[in-house]
Nanobody
Framework: QLQVVESGGGLVRPGGSLRLSCAVS????????YFWYRQAPGKERELVAS????????VYADSVKGRFIISRDNAKSTAYLQMNSLKPEDTAMYYC???????????WGQGTQVTVSS
C-alpha cells in the first residue's frame, strides 16, 4: 500500500525549532523528488522546499531561506524538514509530497500541524 506519512509537528514558541519527517512506503522513493508544502488557514498552499533524489538540487521559498533545511535519507525512504528560528507566520499545516515529473506520479501525505505561538 502506498503511503506518505508526515510527523514531527507540534506547538513551539517563536524562535524555536522543529524537525518534520516524511516517511514513504509501498513504492521506491529514491527516484522521486520530495516537496514540503504548507497551508495556513485562509491561504493557498505554498511550496516551502524541494529536493531531488540525489540531494543536489534544493529549492527554498524566500520566506524560509536561511531558517529551514530540507534533507533526505534514501536508505530510510524518508525526507526531513529542519525548521529553525520559527515565527508565528510559519504556523500552518505542513504537507509532504513525493513526485516524479517524467510520469507525473505524485503521492501526498495527510499533513502535520505546526503552530508557532507564545
Amino acid at each position: 500500500q502506498l503511503q506518505v506519512v508526515e510527523s514531527g509537528g507540534g506547538l513551539v514558541r517563536p524562535g524555536g525549532s522543529l524537525r518534520l519527517s516524511c516517511a514513504v512506503s509501498g513504492f521506491i522513493s529514491d527516484t522521486y523528488d520530495y516537496f514540503w508544502y504548507r497551508q495556513a488557514p485562509g491561504k493557498e498552499r505554498e511550496l516551502v522546499a524541494s529536493i531531488t533524489p540525489n540531494s543536489i538540487n534544493i529549492v527554498y521559498a524566500d520566506s524560509v531561506k536561511g531558517r529551514f533545511i530540507i534533507s533526505r535519507d534514501n536508505a530510510k525512504s524518508t525526507a526531513y524538514l529542519q525548521m529553525n528560528s520559527l515565527k508565528p507566520e510559519d504556523t500552518a499545516m505542513y504537507y509532504c509530497k513525493a513526485g516524479r515529473s517524467y510520469d507525473n506520479s505524485e503521492y501526498w501525505g495527510q499533513g502535520t500541524q505546526v503552530t508557532v505561538s507564545s
